[in-house]
């Protein structure tokens, strides 16, 4: 792979290729056989770039994915650069490396990273060299539409507000690019990939609120189109006015257009209107995690039971368990189950060869997600095998602390994620301890299981919290070689009764934290009662959906501390 | 005012005409008679804008200042705009009026700001219009050099680190237009401002770290020069490489460039390199907080057993009792003492007019600090005059736990001071509180008691936080009309005994904080073990410095909780 691709860049004129996870659907997660890393260096995770010159190959990823790279990749040929992957990232690197003239695939990158690289890197050549992996043959996308009960605003109201923006901007048409925006304007969604139900596909709105779709192969009750119908509408379009999102749209698209059109960024309306939940999609996220909930305290309650397991034996009975769940439609990611040293590796997914026994004297991390109809679930737990010992029950307690410390705060409508970031590691910063990856995201009611605007993250976006923004809270501490600790649940915004200007956290999430875990003394008052308040809101939540058995066991594990 | 500026505005065909608080030495305060917004409105604070359009006329002031404004302006004539007076807040309002031919300074200008404003705004055309406010005549400027036992490092030895940088960067020469790295690079001072000692004047270090200094009316040991011996230096410097801070260096510099010359902008290295202090520095900074906390507990026993005071009173006796302590020099800004309501105003001084006599019941805020010839201090304590209400001493405690949450946290080696403010902000929050003000700023030794690049604000530099860095921390919560409360103590950072990667706060500052106005049960046991050792420290500082009724009073206000 690597000598086609050098003996390419020397008849291209090239010094270095770039290679990066995504394709045309930006930021979007990509099929096991789409995974262009997975097909150059063996990498599966799902963020990265690598970079090949004549001489030497390079695999950027970041903090999560550092140990799994080192594990998957031939690292006599790959240098793994521990960086975000992004085209900065890449470009600097081979700035350093005095390489400026560069290929890469300018349907993979978008408009505004481009414009970003252009400016920022003056005398760097980066030019459209197209794709130079093998592509895997597009499969038929069925499209399918959400009930109303379950999305709570018609597509023809949501495409009426665009064109209410439309008018307002005095433009034609806005051009989205982004799969969730897109599945969620149009409340259509398809099982082309394995964790999110949307639908790979562009749509195309005009000010009258008449909507077109292209895509691949796309089967849906309405016409769709090609992305060949896209290019000639574009040639076709004349002096029009069509407004893109430049976080989205590839710079490929660039191409398409005329001399006469006027092409202006704007915000992705869709991915703002949809971070803020309407009450039928919150209704939903809460039912749909009272069912996850009764599926994880159904798994809980067995592997207590049924000790004798391995972490593909618990992701197995986990995904049976949430299937029999009402409404159930796939899981929304691969199940993260990590036992001991496994669980230090941040975005660890057990294969047959890794795959471990649960022993006495460590634990499990277990992070997962299910996509119901009415919404999407995402949680991690932290479960004891045995006696783990006292140094990952301090641990496990501070990760239980820096939780609480965010999910009990209140702070001012507006403020954005990387100030509550540091709300939640304070508590690990006092033991010099830290994590190396965000401490919450964005998730969609039935779609992403990571949507923006809003992150919580040191360098993450900055986006105002508003009110009924759902977001997950996952502080961890990973002990390389021994164990991983992490504690996710999900909340949604919600103003505070007597003062409508402060937001706090009400959770979504319903499952029992481990107290097998925690040191109760390493918990202040206010701490314990969090957790007490937490475990009692659980049971009122579950025990009316599980059987007489697991009901015991649920109803010791939210017994106060 | 209004009249002959809107008159010069026609002359000019100008739209609008901007006024700023400062002058060539951008950052730098100005004497009073120099205050160009005080002369054209009132008003005195020490940031602000006006703009001026014929039929209009704005004042922009940040939150600090937006009570003082109201009180010192003519509203019917300023509308006062609460906004950070930058002049990207004054070029947005002004295009919300659809103005676009604009004049200004471009001396008081930074080469960084107007760079941003013609990119941001493409439409605006901002010219340089010189000075309209009538400038009071130059004073002669009398320098004197700072004792090695104070600085710790020569000025050779300081130009020669300047004359490295220039090798690597293979440039001939450095100009520093900041007033505080200049008098940092070549230990000078002078008392031309009355609470900062720098030297307002430009410095050009060559490549073989011998400097040149302009300014006006410059009296030194050495030779001086001219503003005008600078425009002659420019335009007769040929193809030489010069280096400038585009953020301290007026874009007017900029018409004295030859178009040979490469006038390229680097970061100020002083800035950067008089953040970190030094070992001598670090030692005179305790020092003088010795020295400044027996003047202020010589204040509060004092007023303790003389309450008929008022808020100029206090400031008097604080000043006789800093100015009785050895090496001081001067204040380091003016004393802020506002009783009840006046506290409220963030930034109040006490006149004539606003003195308000102690009386029983309320709090007194004063914010004060000194320069000596060892270090800088800022300090703020709030005092119980009599007995307040409970309201005040629940607020009270609130911010003592908002300042040690902040004080007491450990964080990761160059966190940026973004996230540390929100630790300090979260207690707060937690009841729907905050204040209007930064967390905190760096402070320098015997300079500017406000100093860059460190500042732990939500909107403020994120400049990572380097051991050996001097910054306060001072929460607060404000009441209008009622009463003002703030903790305020400068801190350095240090690095975590076991572990180097993490930083803490080292306290400089030694003042009992007042315990009338705590209530204990608020507290949790480690913050009260946090202040009774914090008063534990500060009795052993300064016991030994004052007499026996000061010391009994000392000995009480310390006294565990």
Same sequence: chains 1, 2.
Wanted: net charge negative; glycine share 6%; aromatic share 12%.
């Amino acid at each position: 792979m690597l000598e086609t691709i050098r003996k390419k860049l020397s008849s291209a004129g090239l010094e270095a290729y770039i290679i990066s996870y995504g394709n045309r659907f930006i930021g979007q997660d990509v099929l096991p056989q789409e995974h262009k890393l997975s097909a150059v260096c063996g990498f599966t995770g799902s963020a990265g770039a690598a970079v090949i010159t004549q001489n030497k190959a390079f695999l950027l990823v970041d903090g999560r994915y550092e140990l799994q790279a080192s594990l998957q990749v031939n690292t006599e040929q790959f240098t793994i650069v521990p960086a975000i992957p992004s085209l900065l990232s890449v470009c600097s690197l081979l700035k350093d490396e005095n390489i400026t003239k560069i290929g890469c695939d300018f349907w993979n990158y978008s408009i505004a990273e481009i414009n970003f690289i252009k400016k920022r890197f003056k005398d760097i050549e980066l030019e459209d060299a197209g794709n130079w992996i093998a592509e895997a043959e597009h499969q038929d996308v069925c499209i399918f539409s959400r009930d109303i009960k379950y999305c709570g605003m018609t597509r023809e109201d949501k495409c009426k507000l665009v064109a209410r923006f439309l008018q307002e901007q005095q433009a034609d048409y806005f051009l989205f690019t982004s799969s969730d925006s897109v599945s969620w304007l149009l409340n259509i969604y398809a099982k082309d990939l394995p964790y999110s139900p949307v639908v790979r596909a562009y749509a195309l709105v005009d000010i009258d609120g008449n909507f077109r779709l292209f895509g691949n192969k796309l089967k849906a009750e309405f016409t769709t189109e090609s992305f060949d119908d896209l290019r000639q509408f574009f040639e076709n379009c004349g002096s029009k006015k069509i407004l893109y999102a430049a976080n989205s749209t590839p710079e490929k698209i660039k191409h398409f257009i005329n001399e006469e059109t006027k092409f202006y960024a704007r915000d992705d309306m869709c991915q703002i209107l949809k971070a803020e939940k309407n009450q039928t999609e919150l209704n939903g996220m809460i039912k749909a995690h009272i069912r996850d909930g009764v599926a994880l305290v159904k798994l809980l309650n067995w592997l207590e039971k049924n000790p004798q397991q391995t972490e593909l034996s618990v992701v197995a009975k986990l995904h049976d368990l949430r299937a029999e769940q009402k409404d159930f439609f796939s899981e929304s990611f691969a199940t993260i189950a990590g036992f001991a040293d496994n669980g230090a590796i941040v975005h660890y997914q057990p294969t047959e060869q890794t795959n471990k026994s649960l022993q006495n004297g460590n634990i499990l991390l277990l992070d997962s997600g299910g996509q119901y109809f009415d919404g999407t679930t995402d949680i991690t737990r932290t479960i004891s095998i045995g006696n783990p010992d006292a140094k990952i029950i301090r641990d496990f307690t501070y990760v239980l602390k820096a939780h609480i410390a965010l999910a009990s705060a209140r702070f001012p409508l507006n403020t954005g994620g990387t100030k509550l970031d540091a709300i939640a590691r304070a508590p690990l910063w006092q033991h010099c301890i830290d994590y190396k990856h965000g401490t919450g995201h964005g998730v969609s009611c039935f779609g992403n299981v990571h949507e923006g605007p809003i992150s919580i993250s040191i360098a993450g976006s900055n986006y105002p919290f508003k009110e009924n923004m759902v977001t997950s809270i996952e502080p961890g501490i990973y002990v390389n070689k021994q164990y991983g600790i992490r504690i996710e649940n999900l909340y949604y915004t919600s103003k505070v009764e007597d003062n409508p200007d402060y937001l706090e956290f009400k959770c979504l999430t319903v499952v029992p934290i481990d107290k097998h875990l925690i040191d109760k003394y390493l918990l202040s008052g206010g701490e314990q009662q969090w957790l007490n308040n937490y475990h009692k809101y659980v049971y009122d939540c579950l025990s009316a959906y599980v059987n007489e058995d697991e009901r015991k066991w649920l109803e010791k594990a939210c017994s106060p501390l």
